[in-house]
């Protein structure tokens, strides 16, 4: 059984940085594509970023060059660290695990940028 949990969302002015983490059990983390999505009040759920390998990974264009997916396989951890943050990336961030062509989610976590 797959479960995913994130953690590390919170409030922060515009222009700082928060970094997520998502730790994953069950499954297979080194062959699964794990991804950061995004949800504002309002709004369907979006890609921010995905990863297949360290040299494998997608941007959505609104947060290239300011966000930066990467993993560690030791501890089945994929993180999001986002910086020069502003308002409109407020929302749910939700973590993501391809496997075995299963989509499985996390709880989620809240992000307010906000002065």
């Known amino acids: 059984q797959v479960q995913l949990v994130e953690s590390g969302g919170g409030l922060v002015q515009p222009g700082g940085s928060l970094r997520l983490s998502c730790a994953a059990s069950?499954?297979?983390?080194?062959?699964?594509?794990m991804g950061w999505y995004r949800q504002a009040p309002g709004k369907e759920r979006e890609l921010v970023a995905t990863?297949?390998?360290?040299?494998?990974?997608n941007y959505a264009d609104s947060v290239k060059g300011r966000f930066t997916i990467s993993r560690n396989i030791a501890n089945d951890t994929v993180y999001l660290q986002m910086d020069n943050l502003k308002s409109e990336d407020t929302g749910v961030y939700y973590c993501?695990?391809?496997?075995?062509?299963?989509?499985?989610w996390g709880q989620g976590t809240q992000v307010t940028v906000s002065s």
């Open positions: 993501k695990m391809r496997y075995s062509y299963l989509n499985y």
């Open positions: 069950g499954g297979s983390f080194s062959t699964s594509i």
């Open positions: 990863i297949v390998s360290d040299t494998s990974t």
